[in-house]
């Protein structure tokens, strides 16, 4: 989230687009109860009719994976209509700066596309630059080159009969949201967008989030009380563990993971870090080498020198794609040897789970540390196999929950609490914490008797035990300090003493030369000294000073440095006034020459720098040099999809990577005549994710014991099926039984002349538990995002009929 949940409270107008918020996170919808309270309107864009429809004021259906053709028409309105919040626009994106003339766009292609590799060369998007090296700009916007300009043109194309066309949205209910939501155009106007898995599991998933925060942008709804581009994040510390670097592809605090191409850490911080030569840019990735060094210090201690380029050379350096899908194909292949899963149950969650499944049984060995015996801990005894067939040696290690161990989380709004142990765990249940230690250490002893390349593992600074304990338990204090970082030596910074052992105070004092360490700049300045009572991530002050906007700066501890609301020193104009007085995040006190408010985006005084200080050029992209599939959303359909394209003669997301393209191997894909009805997965209150949790636990199993599918009236009278009734779902990659319920939540689309059904379907079951059911996930397919890779699994397509036999 660039905001926070309690902020909320504060918009004028609410989008709840691609979340079912009232149902998967009912708790935080107090505030979106508070926000109708204060007189706010409430609009909810989803396919199916949700909990979270019946809270809203408005409710606008979309077609699954349509999201860029419903904002993009948005986009096109708000300029039509003069709705957008100029001089924000102006300032503080990068509307005005002119694009290469060798840019070009055609039939949903832009420039630089190699059709062989599925990607593009960008060269073409980039700005156009003086002699200096400076970009070009048209403050006037008028420029026909210039970013303003190309996004105009390239949206007008998303007319409202288009849009509709594509989306399935009546047309009224359609201008009424847009007309609604860019009311929030108005300086002193909020709105908020609160997104989640509706949005992202697409194959076009980064760039609908995109053209979310394009119109935000447009609307000048960035770094403001109420507004912002908000990812309601999943599990609970979803958040902490991105920021910890759970995902392949980064280093703790979204460093860039080091490449086949870095051959030093000088050629590393060459490539990662950026320059810019405009004195008003923060640049605030320029701070790169500090982080790097701080990194590499905490994790490799005294080790870590400057004449061993503090230990680059032992870190991985990556240059193959890690992410879920090519993982678990790489284990189908047969090239994966060993897995180990601290809670995950790919066996349920997984994309096309049939394959997941049988990915499993190729492994050597596999651990699965969590607290049931899940579905993918028993993969070898599923229904359908015999576990005679399988060699994987399985280990099922014992965790303990959540509140049976003492830690930190970090929720969606970059809130990172701590949490204190409140029962034992169970029998021989052990936090991951001290599976993770014990394991580190064996696998140390391992190599200290010898090994190939045995530096980085013996050579790691691992000194987690609480002091004097027999039983070397690991503290999660000590790593949470070492995460917040400290001084390896006596030195100055910043014209301060710091002694050999004192906290970092916060990452304006870690150092590119040795001097600091810190796990994770971004949490540099959560954990400030040696005693817990340090510990800022456990405070628990309720005093919503200094602007009572809910930012209660003293209830735990948000990332960076505390800063409630991202990009606040968007929320003011050149000289520091907010453009919402009565509420503001920020504010110039000329008087005293300081900000009044939040933690500002950097001190300096008004109007110095840009506001969006992790880019290079500080302005808000409008326009993105960098993503895989264009530098402006496009609407492209999903992998599987009920209609020929009606925007241009690409089908789907052109630089999608697909698995098995290999001639003659089978197509993954079925198509509209086989497969008619679209489907999409979702979750409900009572149950949790994979299901392990929630299906082992008496009550919610009792609740919703069974797996179903919605299915529409009209599609249930085609097919002769009345609710209750067991149906089969079919896709091309396998086939499930359900309960049907046949409800007129769901609704049709005229798509292309024709009626179009969806199906939507909960995800949580599987063979293990209490309550079991077919896992929704054999029917998914194992198709990624462009950029991210996350799975497809909220459109695809399916053909359902009746089952044979009915339930008892
Ligand atoms: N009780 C409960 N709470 C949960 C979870 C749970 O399993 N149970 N899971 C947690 C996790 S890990 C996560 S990530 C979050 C996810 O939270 P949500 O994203 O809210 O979860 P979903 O129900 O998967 O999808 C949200 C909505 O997106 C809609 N949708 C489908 N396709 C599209 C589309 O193309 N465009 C748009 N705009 N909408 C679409 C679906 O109909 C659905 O109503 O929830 C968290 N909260
Ligand atoms: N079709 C479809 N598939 C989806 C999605 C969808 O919308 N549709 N959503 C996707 C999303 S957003 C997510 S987040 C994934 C989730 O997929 P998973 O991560 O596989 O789901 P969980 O069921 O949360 O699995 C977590 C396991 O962790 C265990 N566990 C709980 N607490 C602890 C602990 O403290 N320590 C350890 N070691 N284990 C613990 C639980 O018992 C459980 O078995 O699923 C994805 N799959
Ligand atoms: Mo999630």
């Not at 990662?272 to 605030?284: E, F, G, I, K, L």
């Not at 061993?308 to 870190?315: I, P, S």
């Not at 509140?403 to 029962?423: D, H, L």
């Not at 948000?558 to 453009?579: H, T």
Request: charged fraction near 20%; hydrophobic fraction near 35%; charge should be negative.
């Amino acid at each position: 989230m660039t905001n926070h949940w309690i902020d909320m409270a504060n918009a004028d107008v609410v989008m709840v687009c691609g979340s079912n918020v009232v149902e998967n996170h009912p708790i935080a919808s107090r505030w979106l109860q508070k926000a109708r309270e204060r007189g706010a309107v409430i609009l909810s864009v989803d396919p199916r009719y949700t909990r979270t429809s019946s809270f809203a004021d408005h409710y606008c259906r979309l077609r699954s994976g349509t999201d860029i053709a419903f904002v993009g028409g948005m986009i096109r309105y708000a300029l039509e209509n003069n709705r957008i919040h100029s001089e924000y626009v102006t300032n503080y994106t990068n509307a005005s700066f002119i694009i290469s003339p060798d840019f070009e766009f055609h039939e949903g292609l832009f420039s630089g596309y190699d059709q062989e590799a599925r990607s593009y060369d960008k060269s073409s998007w980039a700005y156009e630059c003086d002699a200096s090296g400076a970009p070009l700009r048209d403050e006037t916007l008028a420029h026909e080159r210039c970013v303003f300009q190309l996004l105009k043109k390239h949206f007008d194309r998303y007319d409202l009969r288009t849009v509709c066309s594509i989306t399935g949205a009546p047309e009224d209910a359609y201008e009424k949201i847009c007309d609604l939501y860019t009311s929030s155009g108005q300086a002193d106007k909020a709105g908020t967008w609160l997104y989640a898995m509706g949005a992202t599991q697409s194959t076009h998933g980064a760039q609908n989030i995109r053209t979310y925060a394009m119109l935000q942008l447009l609307l000048g709804n960035i770094g403001v009380v109420g507004g912002g581009v908000n990812a309601l994040r999943g599990e609970s510390n979803v958040q902490g563990s991105t920021d910890m670097a759970l995902l392949f592809h980064i280093l703790p605090g979204y460093l860039k993971n080091p490449n086949a191409s870095d051959q030093s850490l000088e050629q590393y911080l060459k490539r990662c870090t950026p320059v810019s030569n405009d004195p008003q840019s923060a640049n605030w990735w320029g701070n790169t080498p500090k982080y790097m060094v701080s990194l590499l210090k905490a994790w490799f201690g005294e080790h870590a020198t400057p004449e061993n380029n503090f230990a680059f050379d032992w870190l991985p350096k990556h240059s193959v794609n890690n992410s879920y899908i090519p993982l678990f194909e790489a284990m189908h292949k047969g090239d994966v040897q060993g897995l180990i899963l601290f809670g995950q149950n790919p066996a349920v969650s997984g994309p096309h789970a049939g394959r997941e499944r049988e990915a499993l049984s190729r492994l050597k060995w596999m651990i699965a540390v969590d607290l049931f015996e899940t579905e993918t801990a028993g993969f070898w005894k599923r229904p359908g196999v015999n576990a005679k067939d399988i060699d994987t040696e399985v280990f099922l290690l014992p965790a303990a929950a959540s509140v049976e161990k003492e830690g930190s989380i970090t929720n969606s709004g970059r809130w990172a609490q701590w949490r204190y142990k409140a029962v034992e765990p169970p029998g021989e249940a052990r936090p991951d914490l001290w599976v993770l230690d014990s394991l580190c250490r064996a696998v140390r002893k391992e190599y200290q008797a010898g090994g190939v390349f045995p530096e980085p593992i013996i050579h790691l600074h691992w000194d987690y035990a609480l002091e004097g304990d027999p039983h070397h338990e690991p503290d999660p204090h000590k790593v949470a300090r070492e995460v917040n970082g400290y001084f390896t030596r006596k030195t100055t910074v910043k014209g301060k003493t710091f002694a050999k052992g004192d906290q970092v105070p916060s990452f304006a004092y870690l150092t590119d030369d040795g001097a600091t360490c810190s796990g994770n700049w971004l949490y540099c300045n959560a954990y400030t000294g040696p005693e817990q009572s340090d510990n800022r991530m456990a405070r628990r002050g309720k005093d919503d000073a200094p602007n009572n906007i809910g930012l209660f700066p003293e209830w735990s501890w948000c990332w960076p440095v505390n800063r409630r609301i991202l990009y606040n020193r968007a929320s003011v104009d050149l000289e520091g006034r907010p453009w919402n007085p009565q509420r503001f995040v920020i504010r110039w006190n000329p008087v005293k020459s300081s900000w009044e408010g939040d933690v500002p985006d950097g001190g300096w005084p008004p109007g110095a720098k840009h506001p969006f200080i992790m880019q290079p050029d500080g302005h808000g992209q409008l326009w993105a040099r960098f993503l895989a599939d264009g530098p402006l959303p496009e609407h492209y359909e999903p992998f599987e999809s009920p209609i020929v394209n009606p925007m241009s003669r690409s089908q789907n997301n052109p630089a999608v990577k697909i698995w098995r393209e290999k001639p003659g191997d089978k197509s993954p894909f079925g198509d509209r005549e086989k497969f008619p009805i679209v489907a999409t997965t979702y979750r409900m209150t009572e149950h949790w994710l994979g299901g392990a949790l929630t299906r082992n636990t008496p009550w919610l199993a009792e609740l919703v014991p069974n797996v179903f599918a919605e299915i529409g009236t009209g599609l249930a009278e085609e097919h002769g099926i009345s609710n209750g009734d067991k149906i089969i779902v079919e896709s091309a990659r396998g086939q499930i039984e359900v309960y049907a319920l046949v409800s007129s939540r769901i609704p049709s689309f005229k798509l292309e002349g024709r009626t179009v059904h969806q199906a939507g379907l909960v995800w949580h079951f599987g063979y293990q538990g209490i309550a079991k059911g077919d896992s929704a996930n054999m029917l998914t397919p194992n198709v990624g995002d462009a950029n991210t890779m996350i799975p497809e699994f909220k459109a695809f397509l399916c053909q359902i009929k009746k089952a044979e036999r009915s339930p008892a």
